[in-house]
């Protein structure tokens, strides 16, 4: 590998790392932003949603680059391919913490519904397999990837858990309905973020193995 390639793919895995961090940050502020009402932290990231899709045109402009100038091969090629495809998934999750940040905004504004709808099991799961999936390909560890496909199936159940309970409470309150949607949205939110997880674990064990696993589980 030449030093000008070894020196692109190290700026790559800093802005890589950098968005990662920005947004893990972001889901982690919308849960609270949801679950404590918050209306300025909800604001402030909605306003800030184009950071992140700024930092993701940067990752996929210098994996483009680094493609046209050294025509990588094997790993190289493999890690490139990876990257962009993480980067996707990464832009995503960042769009779905800006949904929820949205229903959080929504729901500030609403009186607090005495429901048995508890957000914490569901956003606990999905952040954790978030921050797996990511120290995954910090640390390029194959085992932790496999353990977030796991876990993806368990917030898949807790997601049809609360899906069943804001179906009963519709037809027992049918004036809350708006408020009810936008609950449910925050959790199939949630279940979206811990599938693109899912998406980075599949990436980092394509990285590290060459083998698409996707449709395997």
Do not use: W
Not at 29 to 47: F, G, H, M, S
Not at 124 to 152: C, P
């Amino acid at each position: 590998m030449s030093v000008h390639l070894i020196r692109e793919i190290t700026n790559l895995k800093k802005l890589v790392l950098a968005l990662s961090a920005q947004v893990e940050d972001n889901v982690r502020q919308a849960v609270r932003a949801v679950t404590k009402r918050d209306l300025a932290l909800a604001e402030v990231l909605i306003r800030g949603d184009h950071l992140v899709d700024q930092q993701e045109v940067t990752i996929e402009e210098e994996c483009l680059k680094v493609l046209a100038l050294h025509q990588p091969v094997a790993h190289d090629l493999r890690f490139l391919v990876a990257i962009l495809k993480l980067n996707h998934s990464l832009e995503r999750i960042g769009d779905l913490a800006v949904n929820i940040a949205k229903r959080a905004k929504y729901l500030a504004a609403q009186p607090r519904l005495d429901v048995p709808i508890d957000f914490m099991p569901i956003a606990e799961k999905a952040q954790a397999m978030l921050h797996k999936s990511l120290d995954a390909l910090i640390n390029m560890d194959i085992n932790l990837a496999r353990e977030v496909g796991i876990a993806d199936d368990e917030v898949d159940a807790l997601n049809r858990e609360i899906y069943d309970r804001v179906k009963a409470l519709l037809r027992e309150r049918p004036d809350d309905i708006e408020t009810l949607i936008a609950l449910l949205n925050v959790s199939r939110h949630l279940e979206r973020i811990a599938d693109h997880a899912s998406s980075i674990a599949e990436d980092v064990i394509y990285l590290i193995e060459g083998k698409i696993i996707r449709h395997q589980h």
